[in-house]
């Protein structure tokens, strides 16, 4: 009854380095979704996917990369950290179509120096 | 730009009396949810009211919708101290053949013993 899982919890990157954000579910949840969290901003979307194969932006799409290989899967990558991208990252996944509760992780705190 | 706006930004209760938090949104929804987020987790989904919908209850909450306005309310009654968390709303609608869900910046509710 694991859920959703991200790993890891905590990271420390230095700016330009580049790293991934694992997330899975073992719900059978064709939309899964990163979001980051910053203070005063609450939850704003990154990017999501509908299905294996398929992928979209959300609202702050730059700077990070996903692809959806398995259903189970959806990995976000930082291509080349920046300062900017400190903050809590939060993957979720739920089964398509509107009303549809999210089901999230714990959450990664990423920290770029 | 963020979809909710969750109102008051900060609330401080005893234990045993009720809360009460607002939320505003901009656009037309297909459904609003309340996710209540314990620190240092992922949020979790309470409850979900639909546009067609002016109330519902579960268990100690009560969710509004009044869609003429544009706003939502929670109602957490004979709060305890396990309810201090923030709280966000979140909206949902079709956005570009995809549910689209944004959150607001959430209530931060402290429950004091």
């Known amino acids: 009854n694991a859920g959703v899982t991200q790993t890891p919890k905590f990271q420390v990157l230095k700016t330009g380095q580049s790293m991934t954000l694992q997330c899975a579910q073992d719900?059978?949840?064709?939309?899964m979704s990163w979001y980051r969290q910053d203070p005063g901003m609450g939850l704003r979307l990154i990017h999501y996917s509908v299905g294996a194969g398929i992928t979209d932006q959300g609202e702050v799409p730059n700077g990070y990369n996903v692809s959806r290989s398995t259903t189970e899967d959806f990995p976000l990558r930082l291509l080349s950290a920046a300062p900017s991208q400190t903050s809590v990252y939060f993957c979720?996944?739920?089964?398509?179509?509107?009303?549809?509760?999210?089901?999230f992780g714990n959450g990664t705190r990423l920290t770029v120096t | 730009s963020q979809q909710g706006e969750e109102d008051p930004q900060a609330l401080s209760i005893q234990e045993g009396e009720n809360a009460t938090m607002n939320c505003s949104y901009k656009t037309s929804i297909n459904n609003l949810q309340w996710y209540r987020q314990n620190s240092g987790r992922g949020l979790v989904h309470l409850i979900l009211i639909r546009s067609n919908e002016r109330e519902k209850h579960s268990g100690r909450l009560r969710v509004t919708l009044d869609t003429s306005k544009k706003s939502s309310s929670l109602l957490i009654t004979a709060s305890r101290a396990a309810d201090t968390a923030s709280y966000f709303c979140?909206?949902?609608?079709?956005?570009?053949?995809?549910?689209?869900?944004?959150f607001g910046i959430g209530t931060k509710l402290q429950v004091i013993p």
């Open positions: 719900m059978n949840h064709e939309y």
């Open positions: 979140a909206t949902d609608a079709y956005s570009g053949g995809y549910q689209k869900v944004t």
């Open positions: 979720a996944s739920s089964l398509v179509g509107v009303g549809s509760p999210l089901h």
